[in-house]
């Protein structure tokens, strides 16, 4: 069975998700995860499970946090890696807690329900995509809240939405820009001017840290380990902050600064091409 065979598509973006995951993990080929390749430890059945029987094993084992953040930091993994089918997957997984909070909220909702199901999917595919931090405990219970807040955003909005003819006459006055006047682009860019930021990590920063996006596929992207990548972004992040409050990034900067500046860079680009030798010779060439 396919999605394609169902005729009649859902209208409500959580009963669509729930076609979607029937879909993926029905007979005869349901889509499993390994559950061997998880800690014995963790009370996880060590067997290749179908989603659904392993989504009702972690609903009938609420107190079981360590096994359920093993199997959603895998599937947050996979979604982020691996293809659509495990973004379907990951929703599906956690459709007992998404309908649950539709029906909480629509309990206080005044329009169509379907509104409210899809402001829940979109942020918990928000928060699957990007938000998450994977080294951080707790990955499912994180995925949920960005759900949760999600959807009582909307509410919020309803409740304070006031429709009005001419917005100047509203809010008269001078508007000032809040700092950093919306451009902290421009500073990271000034940060690779000056060597404080090596041009390699630009873009990786700018994900990570200004988009917000997922560590996991800019690693892929680079060719560095999550945690090397991760380590590497905090150093940037010191090396920024201390800038910043010694007011480079904002006023002028000394030709000596600059200077010294360069010349850790350089200091920086030797190291990493040192490192990449050596990995290179550590690689072992098969004898033909």
Same mark, same amino acid.
Request: hydrophobic share 45%; with cysteine.
């Given at each position: 069975?396919?999605?394609?065979?169902?005729?009649?598509?859902?209208?409500?973006?959580?009963?669509?998700?729930?076609?979607?995951?029937?879909?993926?993990?029905?007979?005869?080929?349901?889509?499993?995860?390994?559950?061997?390749?998880?800690? *014995?430890?963790?009370?996880?059945? $060590?067997?290749?499970?179908?989603?659904?029987?392993?989504?009702?094993?972690?609903? +009938?084992?609420?107190?079981?946090?360590? =096994?359920?953040?093993? /199997?959603?930091?895998?599937?947050?993994?996979?979604?982020?890696? #691996?293809?659509?089918?495990?973004?379907?997957?990951?929703?599906?997984? &956690?459709? *007992?807690?998404?309908?649950?909070?539709? &029906?909480?909220?629509?309990?206080?909702?005044?329009? #169509?329900?379907?509104?409210?199901?899809?402001?829940?999917?979109?942020?918990? %595919?928000?928060?699957?995509?990007?938000?998450?931090?994977?080294? +951080?405990?707790?990955?499912?219970?994180?995925?949920?809240?960005?759900?949760?807040?999600?959807?009582?955003? @909307?509410?919020?909005?309803?409740?304070?939405? %006031? *429709? /009005? #003819?001419?917005?100047?006459? /509203?809010?008269?006055?001078?508007?000032?820009?809040?700092?950093?006047?919306?451009?902290?682009?421009?500073?990271?860019? +000034?940060?690779?001017? @000056?060597?404080?930021?090596?041009?390699?990590?630009?873009?990786?920063?700018?994900?990570? +840290?200004?988009?917000?996006?997922?560590?996991?596929?800019?690693?892929?992207? $680079?060719?560095?380990?999550?945690?090397?990548?991760?380590?590497?972004?905090?150093?940037?992040?010191?090396?920024?902050?201390? &800038?910043? =409050?010694?007011?480079? @990034?904002?006023?002028?900067?000394?030709?000596?600064?600059?200077?010294?500046?360069?010349?850790?860079?350089?200091?920086?680009?030797?190291?990493?091409?040192?490192? =990449?030798?050596?990995?290179?010779?550590?690689?072992?060439?098969?004898?033909?």
């Amino acid at each position: 069975m396919s999605v394609s065979d169902t005729t009649d598509w859902p209208t409500s973006a959580l009963d669509a998700a729930a076609t979607a995951f029937a879909a993926l993990t029905c007979e005869p080929q349901p889509m499993v995860l390994d559950c061997t390749i998880f800690d *014995p430890g963790r009370g996880l059945p $060590t067997e290749a499970m179908p989603l659904p029987a392993l989504r009702d094993w972690l609903l +009938r084992h609420p107190d079981a946090y360590t =096994a359920r953040d093993e /199997v959603w930091r895998e599937l947050i993994r996979r979604a982020r890696l #691996d293809g659509p089918q495990w973004v379907v997957a990951a929703v599906g997984m &956690a459709l *007992p807690a998404l309908r649950q909070y539709a &029906a909480q909220l629509s309990a206080v909702h005044g329009g #169509d329900p379907a509104d409210l199901d899809a402001e829940i999917l979109t942020g918990f %595919l928000t928060a699957l995509r990007d938000r998450v931090d994977l080294a +951080r405990p707790a990955p499912y219970a994180s995925l949920c809240k960005a759900a949760w807040r999600a959807g009582h955003h @909307l509410l919020r909005q309803q409740r304070e939405y %006031l *429709p /009005v #003819d001419d917005i100047e006459h /509203v809010a008269a006055g001078p508007r000032i820009p809040r700092v950093p006047y919306g451009h902290p682009d421009l500073l990271i860019r +000034r940060a690779v001017t @000056l060597g404080i930021l090596d041009p390699e990590d630009e873009q990786a920063y700018v994900d990570v +840290r200004l988009g917000h996006r997922a560590i996991e596929p800019i690693a892929a992207t $680079t060719g560095a380990s999550v945690d090397a990548l991760r380590m590497r972004l905090s150093r940037i992040d010191s090396r920024i902050a201390e &800038a910043l =409050a010694d007011g480079l @990034l904002t006023g002028t900067a000394s030709p000596e600064t600059r200077a010294q500046l360069r010349a850790q860079a350089a200091q920086r680009a030797r190291l990493r091409a040192a490192r =990449a030798t050596a990995a290179v010779r550590r690689v072992v060439v098969p004898v033909a």
